[in-house]
């Protein structure tokens, strides 16, 4: 497989990682009815730029846009680590309950014991950076 096209696969992977975390997003506030609490519409800030970015990218096969999507995705990815210990973590919980109108540390979504809703964030997050750092080391490989 080509350089070319194996970048071309990672930025619609990325895409595609974006869409699906924003159309979840977006199915958990509006057909669920979940109010946000601040820490998760911090992790919407960072996502839902994603899903236009890498469709741009994707189509313009601009592998450039590695570079500019990876510090959003590693700020997301803190933001929903951090979020993610507030639901888990004991000794972060009190600071869960000072965080808006719906507090932080409230899990909607509780599947296994461990898949909440800023998991879900995490995981997309951490995907979508590992394919950025595989497109950068593709293009820099290629040169």
Not at 93 to 114: D, K, L
Request: glycine share 6%; hydrophobic share 50%.
């Amino acid at each position: 497989m080509t350089a070319a096209k194996k970048v071309e696969y990672l930025l619609l992977g990325a895409w595609g990682m974006a869409l699906i975390a924003t159309l979840g997003s977006l199915y958990f506030s509006e057909i669920q009815r979940y109010v946000a609490c601040e820490l998760c519409w911090v992790q919407r800030i960072f996502m839902y730029p994603l899903v236009v970015t890498l469709g741009i990218a994707a189509v313009k096969k601009d592998a450039k846009q590695a570079y500019y999507t990876l510090p959003l995705t590693v700020i997301g990815m803190g933001v929903s680590l951090y979020h993610y210990s507030v639901q888990k973590l004991s000794f972060l919980a009190e600071a869960g309950e000072a965080c808006g109108y719906i507090p932080c540390n409230y899990e909607y979504i509780n599947v296994f014991g461990f898949i909440t809703i800023p998991f879900l964030a995490l995981t997309a997050f951490t995907i979508i950076s590992i394919l950025m750092i595989m497109t950068i080391k593709t293009t820099r490989s290629d040169k």
